[in-house]
């Protein structure tokens, strides 16, 4: 069975390997995951360029997770998340 989630970006519900995953952790940090392994409320979005960079321009997180993310967090996010996407 294909495992589906909303893109908190487009809406469209995707199977969770065209994802990338936020997560919140219960000490209210958030983390970039790679291996969607982490135990947390988890935020997903289409992983592609235009897609995540719509993420990170309207700071959609901070509704995903209803809590004001600082602008350094998103900063370094973003930068695990290109590195990511590089890779890959």
Request: net charge positive; proline share 2%.
């Amino acid at each position: 069975m294909i495992v589906k989630r909303k893109c908190i970006v487009t809406g469209k519900i995707v199977p969770t390997n065209n994802l990338i995953r936020f997560v919140l952790l219960k000490n209210g940090d958030i983390l970039f995951e790679k291996d969607k392994k982490i135990l947390g409320r988890g935020a997903y979005c289409i992983n592609d360029n235009e897609t995540i960079e719509v993420l990170f321009k309207r700071k959609i997180l901070n509704k995903s997770f209803k809590k004001n993310i600082p602008h350094e967090k998103y900063e370094i996010l973003k930068k695990e998340v290109e590195e990511y996407v590089i890779k890959k």
